[in-house]
């Protein structure tokens, strides 16, 4: 799934408005990434946690000439994911589904069923004949390779 698909499914929650619902996606990554690039942890319970990681100046060697290298200190982003995500992602535990999609889910057959109702009133059903055609089968091919075999 890719941002744009992310923003799709988030308009559900937001009565199908994709605009709301990227620019609250982009304000949480906006929060996220920049809280970690200032070194603070942002933990979101049972999702996991995001930090800067520090990591020191060393001396690495170039595989391709074994010449030593002098690497400089950096910082990098680091995710661990929470207790309640490896869960599902593991498979033991269910994704529920959001309450948003329960009730548009209840309201949507609701729909269809008065609208089959109403739809079987209006027209009486017609009996139509369907014709039934028998599929042909093509003759099997001999392999080459079967055929090199009995000569």
């Given amino acids: 799934m890719n941002k744009a698909q992310l923003v799709e499914k988030l ?11 990227g620019q609250a996606l982009e304000h949480v990554l906006d929060t996220i990434t920049a809280s970690v690039a200032r070194g603070e942890k942002v933990a979101i319970t049972g999702f996991g946690v995001f930090e800067k990681v520090v990591r020191n100046a060393r001396v690495a060697r170039n595989p391709r000439t074994g010449e030593k290298v002098r690497v400089k200190k950096t910082s990098a982003p680091k995710f661990r994911p929470g207790a309640e ?67």
């Avoid at 033991?92 to 309201?107: E, G, L, N, Q």
């Fill in 85 to 151: 995500f490896k869960a599902y992602v593991s498979g033991a535990k269910k994704v529920a589904k959001s309450p948003a999609k329960k009730t548009a889910a209840k309201k949507s057959t609701a729909k269809k069923t008065t609208a089959k109702k109403t739809a079987a009133k209006a027209a009486p059903a017609k009996k139509t004949t369907a014709k039934k055609t028998t599929a042909k089968k093509a003759p099997a091919r001999k392999t080459a390779t079967k055929r090199a075999a009995k000569r």
């Fill in 11 to 21: 308009a559900d929650h937001f009565e199908g408005n994709k605009r709301q619902a």
